[in-house]
């Protein structure tokens, strides 16, 4: 397999990314010596063909990711939100739900205006939203491809270097990609029969986020699985084989309900009760609740 | 390559199959003999594994349909929308571009309102949707998986073989699938090494659309191709091969301000002006005003 420092010599960046990374740099800047968080949310792409037509994606919505964002302001982090664009975001998610426009009513022919019955709920929503942006304590940068992602996750963790930062990966990152150099350069004709995809491993990242980018950090990771014998061994491994704090094992068909916060000495499973989501307590405020406590004893070296 | 009789046997329908197609029906009784236009919108996924995490997905953003569904309303026409899940849909699209909640702001502590400098813009569209939906003049039906788009297409089709009927598909449609019978169960592992995967021909419902389920019906095609010289020969096969109206052709990176309206003996190309674009004028809106006469001619056996 490759390494990561090949991948990044071969693949260069994306346009964007000075300009993304600078932001990333002056937000980091301003919150010196504050908790901050980097959230990493949404899937990936692989293009298969170089003018990108088709691509292999992995599945996420963005749920994770976007509702723990909330949960972090809440918490008193900065939150830099790096998701896939498209997927969801942090307080927008409540407006795009069900129909965006069903929630919205015509004023005296010349305003708009979100429905009374939905205000209730919208409005300490939005509210966060605007105080979250005026005060500066969140930034979000999309991404699309998988290269898109390994550029923004590298550039962020190296300024993320310290006991303060939380590094929160959630992101549904692709284990396999096509390298440019042996794409198609047309979109592949059906009359030339089913296509042979040769898919090429990933790097893994994991060590250099833990021994070189973010040495100093509190690092989450997160484990998708659908074989629920192979959840909790793999979440060890992954502990052991990286030295990082903490794995959130989760099942796919369980994951909005049940998670396992896996370290290296403890397992606690969390659960949603039937009347915690009546109450509308979603799972990420108890995951992100539990993740701020041990980051303080983290921070504090207990 | 299996046909398509053979796909349907062996693929059962997706679970709101019924309700959704019950949907249509219901929409075709209240609108016979007026215009109707079916129309396909986003792409489809092929999962890789049965219980998705994966899956190759078609570049889509919906922009082509749901554009095109605003400008079939405001021709007169009821219009059925088959969209790809999160993909762009009418009238919410001006909504959701750029950022929706910096287009909102809190009044008085206790309503939400569209920022007055936006609300020229978004209340006509609104007042739009709102008339569609109040004058049932407009349904959407979500689908996610080529599976799911197969059925809703074969279902709607048939049930539109009238000569009022336009059916346009718009949706950017794999030609690759994996049957279920050979997915994975679980999530592929990376240290079984970078997976080979089998791709199937989907088997070509074009020719079924038109000799079988919309025989009557004005039927117009999409190609999308990176190659110009591939496009204008590749369309001029599709009519002679399924004996259809028209193929809309464009190429990747000019789609948004040029397309060739094809026919079996006129080529019509259509370019966007720098002046329409400065006035807001969308492509679609020429695409939809030309099929309408065409249509029209169609409709009387011009």
Not at 16 to 40: G, S
Not at 119 to 132: G, H, I, N, Q, R
Not at 201 to 207: A, D, F, G, I
């Amino acid at each position: 397999m490759e390494t990561h420092e090949e991948f990044y010599n071969t693949h260069p960046p994306p346009l964007n990314y000075e300009n993304d990374i600078t932001k990333v740099e002056n937000f980091v800047r301003c919150h010196k010596n504050e908790k901050i968080v980097l959230i990493t949310s949404g899937g990936t792409t692989v293009p298969i063909e170089q003018n990108t037509v088709r691509f292999v994606d992995n599945f996420s919505a963005g749920t994770r990711g976007s509702a723990s964002a909330e949960y972090f302001l809440d918490a008193g982090y900065a939150v830099i939100f790096i998701y896939r664009s498209k997927s969801l975001e942090p307080f927008v998610r409540h407006f795009v739900n069900d129909s965006l426009l069903d929630k919205l009513e015509i004023k005296n022919n010349k305003s708009i205006q979100v429905k009374e019955d939905k205000v209730e709920k919208l409005l300490p929503l939005l509210k966060k939203y605007k105080d979250a942006k005026a005060s500066n304590k969140f930034i979000s940068i999309p991404f699309t491809t998988l290269i898109d992602y390994m550029w923004l996750l590298r550039g962020s963790c190296m300024l993320l270097d310290s006991k303060y930062c939380l590094i929160y990966l959630a992101a549904a990152v692709s284990d396999f990609y096509i390298p440019p150099s042996e794409m198609a350069e047309h979109k592949l004709q059906s009359k030339d029969g089913p296509p042979v995809m040769t898919l090429h491993l990933v790097p893994k990242v994991m060590k250099a986020v833990t021994h070189n980018w973010s040495r100093q950090a509190y690092i989450v990771s997160f484990k998708l699985e659908t074989d629920s014998m192979l959840l909790e061994t793999k979440s060890k491994d992954a502990l052991h084989k990286y030295k990082h704090q903490l794995v959130i094992g989760n099942l796919l068909h369980s994951r909005k309900y049940n998670v396992k916060l896996i370290s290296p000495n403890d397992i606690e499973d969390i659960l949603v009760t039937d009347t915690n989501k009546k109450n509308g307590i979603e799972i990420e405020k108890i995951i992100v609740n539990k993740i701020k406590t041990k980051h303080d004893e983290f921070i504090n070296n207990i």
